[in-house]
């Protein structure tokens, strides 16, 4: 069964990235930015330019060029950034996945530690004083912009009690894992409230399904605390819907927190995409779609797995 | 579990478990307040059952949650009257003091077995929760007195099936498993609540056999509630017929039978089908509806689905009154308790039932 279930995982990868970093290959083509003219600049003859076109393979046709890319991509070359300096697509990503993950992973944690007790304490009186009070907040915070939430964070934390650092990010490698944990900590904070808000919403309204369920009752009936029946017996059947926008959140976290990484100064898999589209540089821009459709496709299989640990009603159907 | 006869048990064992004192559960709803149990008096003794019978909207699964204060007054009902669990008052408690009471005094078996276990916990937990949650034992001692019980209420190969989810147990197996929660702490009283009416036939009878084997061994005092007359016949030493949020008729069950005094108990009789009825006949059911218990008929609450119904009926409500022993064919006269009691202002004190009722098809 399990090695069924890896092969149709792998065989899902293999799809969706194919499909993705085809899209994306002729995306770019498509771009009004010439990578040509972005790699001379100003001032070029017309020789130069077909010269530069040809070293770029831009003369041979979309689908030949895709195939040669894709034949070094599976072998871990991405290509090399066409505009300079010139650097490893694959180096470049190397340096800035690992602040993307980490600030999803931390943002996404940060959000549980605040979405579960929140959706708990709301759903144990719906329509309560205290229900009524975290949905107010959790709309006040969806309704805000994360540049706005941002803002706000830096504003209370770094600014006015200055318990934070307000930008730069701080490698492990270089710095340790607290001071890396200290200044990542806002901006996790900031991807955290709005997922968090989310969160909170789509569990509470789980969570008082769930509580309508005969199983509650009988809990009760056997004399379970309220506290026990809401943790013990509500909170993971309520969960799956939660999980699934987890790994939703996941993969979309990864990619473009582009807005968290600016406000902060980070060097994330956001702000690098970004800024090659803008330059023309199309292979990074590739690149990191490939690498971060890859990631999302991976998320999204280990939370179907999760499925089958949280419903063992699922495990068997498979 | 030899089926020790009721008769046998010494009067001291005897002792009331639970006493209900003229009960009101009134829901509040946006159509007006529901008088869902209007002013029901029960007794219950240990090692005895009494079959709580009325058709669905009767009242019968709210006065059952009333008992255990599983409802009570509150922001969405009131509840009134008094409710005596071995002389303590459950509508009084507080609701920790509820807590410590259920599952342990008083033990709740449901209706449907495949909703009343979480899908995602297994068996073992089920049951090893209610332990230590009422008692002070070790996780181990607690997994040992699971298998012990799931072997009490004939589950084969326990050990196994404490390691397995409820969606790998069959429904009869899985209300075994319910009716094993209940009795974990030994509680002196169990209400089952329409136990078997999720379950096929053949199994139903199985689980209503254990139920009466656990109370003679156990001693336990059941409250058993159904719709079905036939599920508690035979099984309750005692019935009340509820209508319309009050008991029409209550006594030995072999009266009821015998000689319903109250058209609706006789009306429910005919109902049941027979096999010695000829093959194709309708089946018969009362005319009309359950009463609207936000307003109800003014007099007695069968009088417009009452064949026998007379003016007096619908201006006065009747009340639960001795029938006079003389008129009763086979009075078992066990006391006051057994005593046939009928709310009808025209009971039928002829010994016979009357399927034949006009008001019956």
């Known amino acids: 069964m399990t090695w069924r279930r890896g092969a149709r995982i792998l065989g899902e990868l293999v799809a969706v990235l194919a499909l993705v970093s085809f899209g994306t290959f002729a995306l770019v083509s498509m771009m009004d930015v010439d990578p040509a003219v972005s790699v001379l600049g100003e001032g070029h003859t017309e020789a130069e330019y077909d010269e530069v076109r040809h070293d770029l393979g831009l003369d041979q046709p979309l689908l030949t060029r895709y195939v040669s890319w894709l034949g070094d991509a599976v072998t871990g070359d991405l290509g090399t950034s066409v505009v300079p300096p010139y650097s490893d697509v694959a180096d470049r990503i190397a340096d800035a996945l690992p602040v993307s993950v980490e600030l999803a992973l ?114 009760r009936a056997k004399g379970m605390t309220p506290r026990q029946v809401l943790v013990g017996d509500a909170l993971r059947p309520s969960s799956l819907s939660l999980v699934t926008l987890m790994g939703i959140s996941m993969g979309r976290l990864i990619g473009s927190t582009v807005v968290v990484e600016y406000l902060f100064g980070l060097p994330g898999m956001g702000s690098l995409t970004v800024s090659a589209a803008q330059t023309g540089d199309f292979v990074m821009v590739q690149g990191a779609v490939l690498v971060i459709a890859a990631i999302y496709v991976l998320t999204n299989a280990a939370i179907d797995v999760s499925y089958g640990y949280l419903d063992p009603r699922i495990r068997r159907a498979r | 579990m030899s089926a020790v006869p009721m008769r046998t048990l010494q009067a001291e064992d005897r002792a009331t478990v639970l006493q209900v004192d003229d009960l009101h559960t009134v829901i509040r709803t946006p159509r007006g307040p529901v008088r869902a149990v209007d002013g029901v008096s029960l007794t219950l003794r240990r090692g005895e059952t009494l079959g709580l019978v009325g058709e669905s909207g009767s009242g019968k699964s709210v006065l059952g949650r009333s008992i255990m ?33 259920w599952g342990s005094g008083i033990g709740m078996v449901f209706q449907d077995p495949l909703t009343a276990l979480n899908p995602v916990k297994r068996i073992g937990r089920h049951l090893t929760e209610t332990l230590r949650r009422h008692q002070t034992i070790s996780v181990r001692q607690a997994r040992v007195r699971a298998i012990e019980l799931l072997g009490l209420v004939g589950i084969p190969d326990p050990r196994r099936r404490v390691e397995q989810y409820p969606h790998e147990l069959s429904g009869g197996m899985r209300q075994r498993v319910v009716i094993a929660m209940a009795l974990a702490n030994d509680p002196a009283l169990v209400i089952a609540d329409e136990p078997t009416t999720a379950l096929d036939v053949t199994v139903q009878r199985q689980i209503l056999d254990l139920l009466d084997d656990l109370r003679t061994e156990l001693g336990l005092a059941i409250l058993l509630i159904s719709h079905n007359l036939g599920v508690v016949a035979g099984r309750a030493e005692r019935v009340a017929v509820m209508y319309g949020g009050r008991i029409v008729e209550t006594a030995a069950a072999g009266d009821v039978f015998a000689a319903p005094a109250h058209p609706y108990t006789g009306a429910l009789l005919a ?45 006065a409500q009747p009340v639960l009154t001795d029938l006079a022993t003389e008129a009763r064919a086979g009075g078992s006269g066990d006391g006051v308790l057994n005593a046939h009691r009928a709310a009808c202002l025209h009971p039928n004190l002829g010994a016979e039932p009357r399927p034949s009722d006009q008001g019956v098809r």
């Open chain 2, 69 to 101: 204060g599983l409802y009570r007054s509150g922001s969405t009902m009131s509840v009134t009257g008094r409710v005596l669990f071995e002389g303590r008052d459950v509508q009084a408690m507080q609701a920790a003091e509820l807590r410590a009471l």
């Open chain 1, 106 to 219: 931390l943002g996404m944690g940060m959000a549980l530690l605040l979405a579960i007790p929140a959706a708990l304490w709301s759903a144990n009186r719906p329509g309560g004083r205290v229900d009524r009070a975290i949905s107010a907040m959790t709309v006040g915070v969806l309704s805000l912009p994360s540049f706005m939430l941002g803002l706000i964070v830096i504003m209370v934390l770094a600014n006015q009690l200055g318990w934070f650092p307000r930008a730069q990010w701080a490698r492990i490698g270089d710095e340790g894992v607290y001071q890396n944990l200290y200044h990542a900590f806002l901006p996790a904070l900031t991807i955290a409230l709005a997922e968090a808000a989310m969160f909170t919403r789509v569990l509470r309204n789980d969570l008082i399904t769930t509580l309508q369920e005969d199983f509650v009752l009988s809990a």
């Open chain 2, 271 to 315: 109902a049941i089908p027979r096999l010695a009825d000829p093959a194709h006949r309708r089946l018969r059911a009362i005319d009309g509806t359950p009463p609207d218990l936000v307003s109800p008929p003014v007099g007695c609450r069968f009088a417009p689905r009452c064949p026998a119904a007379q003016d007096d009926c619908r201006t």
